[in-house]
């Protein structure tokens, strides 16, 4: 439903973020036993959730429908499908879209050179970056959690787009 909407994309939106949670903190700790221990941990955690998932998930109901259609069907004008229904999206939901792209890439940067910029500046090691990694984690956590759903009761979207792209940067 509309109205529960944005506190869902934001709910959903802070899955990655509690892996930046958990991730840095526990790859720090891990480079202590060897710099391709997280390298390593995070292949075989990959390799696991992905047979997990590929178990578990269940197909989507459009998948299932055209593999029926296709398994079934005799004659060449059964194979042709109706014209599908395409819901226009606004020019706000592009301008979301095109501002997490450029959030993405900036952040991209931000933590490929957090790290050294932390052991140049003040010697951090690993584990030290991991946990600095973390209370960021933590804030932005916070943010998908209580601000978002705060913002979106009280703006429209797209006030809540410039608002997300001015503090994203």
Do not use: H
């Not at 259609?69 to 042709?80: C, G, L, P």
């Amino acid at each position: 439903p509309e109205a529960v909407r944005a506190s869902y994309i934001a709910q959903m939106s802070t899955v990655p973020l509690v892996a930046l949670l958990f991730g840095p903190g526990l790859g720090g700790g891990l480079s202590k036993f060897g710099l391709n221990m997280p390298v390593t941990v995070d292949g075989a955690i990959t390799l696991v959730s992905a047979c997990l998932v590929s178990y578990y998930l269940p197909e989507t109901p459009s998948f299932l429908r055209n593999r029926r259609n296709k398994t079934f069907s005799s004659d060449v004008a059964a194979d042709i499908e109706a014209p599908r229904k395409v819901t226009p999206l606004s020019f706000e939901v592009y301008l979301l879209g095109f501002s997490m792209f450029l959030g993405g890439i900036g952040f991209s940067a931000l933590l490929s050179s957090f790290g050294l910029a932390m052991l140049i500046r003040f010697g951090f090691d690993s584990l030290q970056v991991g946990f600095t990694f973390t209370g960021q984690s933590l804030i932005m956590v916070a943010a998908n959690v209580w601000a978002v759903p705060w913002c979106a009761a009280r703006m429209r979207l797209g006030q809540s787009v410039v608002l997300g792209g001015i503090l994203n940067g």
